[in-house]
């Protein structure tokens, strides 16, 4: 049974009450039953409450109450309750009535529903009430201007002086804003987590049994997605403020037309992380992105800081060429870096690229992710304040249409924010970009863990045939 307080009606509560607040349905008679013990068992404690009555000449009106309803028979002191009406017969008509003997505000008597001022100015029921059709005859009664300053109305331009209602409801009043439930479980977005996140990533270890062994992550994406930006938000992070390393911009060939594997160093405890992030040129409309070059990339054949030459491509002859590369040269998670902006006019050409480098990586098990860029973008209430990104719905539509177009289950898209122009670090965009870098990890270790044991298990089929 849906709420029926309208959210213009809402808004003028919350005007009315003066602070920043939003409402939470206790009881309904429709739903609940129209009975005292019931409106008491639901209401009673609960703090500030709206009681709201929608009578059957299409009027509204109630009371607010500061204080709890209490079912001891005492009075209910309160200085900010007031008696309002939002509607009547059927058009937006609000006005308020403040309380003028707050000692008797409210009357909490376990026989009686909601009940208001002393005389009473409204009470709304004794005992149980049934529902005859749609509709309540409440049998309380309506007095106007015992304790509430009515102003010059009356109980018939406040309630049509009708009792017979379609619905009551009461309300909580919770302060602050409403929290939507997010659409994702997400970590809090406290200094702690960012903390916790931050060391997890320090003392990460890969489980190569090589010593000085790395994470390889791989970025691939079109140009001007955020490939570069996101290592430079990652380094910025451990860095302690913001710094650009690696080059960023948006034009209209790949700024990045070198292999790099980029560490990321930690100023406070000078070490290396043990991941790297792999930049490449993006693949673009017009060149598609050699496919032959890619593989040598996966398979960890292209050296640091190679030049790619789109005359020339990579071959196994090139110098610097890794020749026998081990699961360490190896990229062992990739992360596809789409512009959340643009994912819904992705081209087909495009796509098509990511498809076949899918086929590939799959062939190789290799785990992928999708780090969804630009989210302050796409959502205003996002670019105002990250934490909304989780109950954000343009975020969501975007997330699940990278999903739909990488064919990678929905909770392998992460959005992120990227630092662009801002001038210090936020907690929030620190804990979605290194909880998405945490994601990676975690993949890239049950990859290198598959590995390790698919290559034990030859090894010993190997020396059981010597
Ligand atoms: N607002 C916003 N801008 C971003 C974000 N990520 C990247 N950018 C901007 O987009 C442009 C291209 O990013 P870049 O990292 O160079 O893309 P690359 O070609 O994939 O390396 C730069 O001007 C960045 O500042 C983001 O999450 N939000
Ligand atoms: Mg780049």
Redesign the pocket.
Known sequence: MPELLQKSYRDQLVTWIGKTCHFRLLYKISRDGCSAPTFHQQCDGKGATVTVFYNTNKTIYGGYLSQSWNSAGRYINDSKAFLFRLQYNGSSNPLKFPVSDASKAGYGNGGYGPTFGSGHDIQAFSGQINCSGNVFSLNGGLSSGDSYNLNGQTVHTLANNSLKVTDLEVYRVIEGQKQDSPWREHLEWTNETMQELKETLLDYKPMTEANKSAANILLI?Q????????FNSINSIFRGKIINRAV???SEH???TMYRQYEVKDYSRKQFLNLRLS?TC?FQEESALNTQEFVFILSGHLPDCYQFNPMVPFAPDTLGCINDPDLKDKIHCVAF?IDGSTVDDMSDKVRKQMKDLRVRMNHRGLPQVVLL?????ICPDVDNDITNTFTSTTVCDAVNKAAEITGLPRDHVLP???Y?CERNLKTAIDILLMDALRQCLDLADEYMDEQLYRGSTEKRKHLAKD
Request: no cysteine; charged share 25%.
């Open positions: 994406g140009t001007g997605a955020g490939k570069s930006s996101f960023t911009g948006r790949s700024v990045t930049d993006g870096v860029t630009n989210i302050d973008k992120v924010k990227n662009e």
